[in-house]
């Protein structure tokens, strides 16, 4: 604010004033020239505002720019960080489904032991039960053997 004074006052300083009026003109002709005064007056303090506070708006434009910039590289990190988080969450429901096709495949393996050991134990009843058919059919047939043998007699 103290620097929009000193413009205005530095302005106000400038050979506008030694153009005033001559006290003879009319009242009409004063307002003409007090509208010229306030316009060169406005576009004097404007070219002193634009000197003043010129080279600071170009530092603040600078320091915005780069923080444009920076926000940019900020923002292109934070999708990198969120395609890394995806790729990590894609991996462990990779690691979850893995575990779980290896429990799977356990289980299949033992029922493959037990589906073995049932097909030996039915292997040997049916070798056992073969053996008792024939040791049946052996008694059955010595039995009739004995029975022609006691009716010969």
Same mark, same amino acid.
């Given at each position: 604010?103290?620097?929009?004074?000193?413009?205005?006052?530095?302005?106000?300083?400038?050979?506008?004033?030694?153009?005033?009026?001559?006290?003879?003109?009319?009242?009409?002709?004063?307002?003409?020239?007090?509208?010229?005064?306030?316009?060169?007056?406005?576009?004097?303090?404007?070219?002193?505002?634009?000197?003043?506070?010129?080279?600071?708006?170009? #530092?603040? +434009?600078? =320091?915005?720019?780069? *923080?444009?910039?920076? $926000?940019?590289?900020?923002? /292109?990190?934070?999708?990198? &960080?969120?395609?890394?988080?995806?790729?990590?969450?894609?991996?462990?429901?990779?690691?979850?489904?893995?575990?779980?096709?290896?429990?799977?495949?356990?289980?299949?393996?033992?029922?493959?032991?037990?589906?073995?050991?049932?097909?030996?134990? #039915?292997? +040997?009843? =049916?070798?056992?039960? *073969?053996?008792?058919? $024939?040791?049946?059919?052996? /008694?059955?047939?010595?039995? &009739?053997?004995?029975?022609?043998?006691?009716?010969?007699?």
């Amino acid at each position: 604010m103290e620097e929009v004074t000193e413009v205005a006052a530095e302005a106000t300083e400038s050979p506008v004033e030694s153009r005033s009026p001559p006290a003879h003109q009319s009242d009409t002709s004063g307002a003409a020239v007090q509208a010229a005064v306030d316009g060169e007056t406005v576009s004097l303090l404007t070219e002193g505002l634009i000197r003043k506070l010129g080279p600071e708006t170009d #530092s603040v +434009k600078d =320091k915005l720019d780069e *923080l444009i910039r920076n $926000q940019e590289v900020m923002v /292109e990190a934070m999708e990198h &960080e969120n395609t890394r988080f995806s790729e990590s969450e894609a991996t462990k429901s990779l690691g979850e489904l893995l575990s779980e096709a290896k429990r799977y495949h356990n289980k299949l393996v033992l029922i493959r032991k037990e589906m073995v050991a049932l097909h030996e134990k #039915s292997t +040997k009843l =049916k070798k056992r039960a *073969l053996k008792l058919q $024939q040791q049946k059919q052996k /008694e059955d047939l010595h039995r &009739e053997q004995q029975k022609e043998r006691e009716l010969e007699r």
